[in-house]
């Protein structure tokens, strides 16, 4: 039997098939598009590798898409039909997989927290738990854990700078902004070509106005993402957040052309419908509009894309940003299917099926209400979950556009009350007083008494 990289065990008596997957792994750590190649490679080597095959199911629920749950399910199957050989680690391995599969994502995290328990250097199941955890809106959680873990790792192991990365950006959405910068700074002295890294601290200086500090961040480290899948685009997002927050529109217009919705990159091309790359647009373009920016014909491929999605929930922070592209392209038919397909899916007992429900569905008849001009039933759709909107995932940043929606209607609705109810919220929780950030200073400016 082999192991790993970090010395775990792994299922599989070829060379050739443990050093392919542990460079799938790698890559997939490092956000690089030749993880699947290399996992590929490695199945390939030996066909009843167990974790190959879970790691490939993975792969495809990492997607957040509807059409790949199939495969994911295909894959697990796989892993199932040979889990004679697994050991105890992998048969876990197999179970997690299982219950995500399923919808039960509660479990999935419980089964990845005992893995790294009893395995602090199972990096599979640790950052799969990271970003799990995130996209559930809970940075407690991704605090606790980081901070479990991080005293068994050390800078030899493979993997070290990922561990700092993940550090840094559970204590940024924690607020500990001192601990999360250091540790972010540390990750790209070990690998300049860390893209978590990179991001992490690019939000510590998005959450201190440190805007100047940010593009310079940024630009110095581009010529480092060679290889980089997605998550490249949303760095160029970052660096359109720190423009915008100085007007610089056209330059926020030049970056989401160019960067992170650059329709010729064959990277967009291949994924033209990654929730990531969604989000990035959709908050965009709202933000600018908001900003009296004309942003011409670029709502309509975004919404032709979310046309295609309707009845696809698995990315609960997405929804509301499908419907900010139908509305805005006046797709009324499309966003009352949309509404009625999450109706539908809202009835399943699922972990998203119950955030659907709760949250995503009255935020998309917000956005929907925002862009017909009925502000006041977009206040009121918005309201009650105005403390709860965090649990469909994203970052401060991310959350940020939700938070401007609101904003928005209780501005066009004359709702003094809910204006000052979010004003209070963001002035709270974000170092950047609402007058000097972009989206909140007029508010401020009418309600400062």
């Given amino acids: 039997m082999h192991r790993d990289l970090h010395g775990l065990p792994l299922s599989s008596d070829s060379t050739e098939a443990v050093d392919a997957f542990d460079r799938a792994v790698m890559a997939y750590l490092k956000y690089r598009t030749d993880a699947g190649r290399h996992l590929a490679v490695a199945l390939k080597a030996d066909p009843e590798f167990v974790l190959g ?266 929804l509301p940003h499908w419907m900010m592209a139908l509305s805005a392209t006046g797709r009324t038919a499309a966003a009352n299917r949309m509404i009625e397909a999450m109706r539908g899916f809202s009835r399943g007992n699922g972990t998203v099926e119950r955030l659907v429900g709760r949250i995503a569905l009255p935020l998309c008849e917000a956005v929907l209400a925002n862009r017909q001009g009925r502000h006041a039933d977009a206040v009121k759709l918005v309201r009650p979950i105005v403390g709860e909107m965090y649990l469909l995932g994203g970052s401060h940043a991310q959350q940020d556009v939700l938070e401007q929606l609101f904003l928005d209607s209780a501005l066009k609705a004359d709702s003094a009350g809910d204006a000052r109810l979010m004003l209070e919220r963001v002035a709270g929780r974000h170092p950047v007083a609402p007058a000097r950030r972009v989206g909140y200073a007029e508010a401020a400016a009418r309600y400062s008494h």
């Fill in 53 to 318: 095959h879970v790691l490939r199911g993975y792969f495809n629920m990492l997607a957040y898409n509807k059409a790949n749950v199939a495969g994911a399910a295909e894959a697990l199957a796989e892993a199932r039909k040979h889990a004679k050989r697994a050991n105890n680690r992998e048969a876990a391995h197999i179970e997690a997989l299982a219950k995500w599969v399923e919808g039960d994502l509660e479990r999935m995290l419980d089964i990845w927290e005992e893995i790294f328990a009893r395995d602090p250097h199972d990096v599979l199941a640790f950052r799969l738990h990271h970003f799990n955890a995130f996209w559930l809106g809970r940075p407690d959680v991704m605090q606790v854990e980081v901070e479990r873990v991080f005293p068994h790792w050390t800078s030899d192991l493979p993997g070290w700078g990922m561990m700092l990365s993940c550090r840094c950006f559970a204590h940024e959405e924690a607020g500990n902004y001192t601990l999360a910068e250091g540790a972010g700074r540390m990750a790209i002295d070990v690998d300049p070509g860390d893209l978590w890294g990179a991001h992490a601290v690019a939000h510590v200086l998005e959450m201190q106005g440190r805007r100047g500090e940010g593009i310079d961040w940024l630009r110095r480290l581009e010529p480092h993402w060679e290889g980089a899948n997605n998550l490249k685009h949303h760095l160029y997002w970052h660096r359109a957040m720190y423009h915008l927050e100085r007007r610089e529109f056209d330059e926020v217009l030049k970056l989401y052309d160019k960067g992170f919705r650059d329709m010729s990159s064959p990277l967009t091309q291949a994924m033209p419908d990654m929730y990531i790359d969604v989000q990035n647009a959709a908050s965009m373009l709202f933000r600018l509009e908001r900003n009296g920016v004309n942003v011409g014909e670029r709502w309509v491929e975004l919404a032709d894309k979310a046309e295609a999605r309707i009845g696809d929930c698995l990315s609960a922070f997405t």
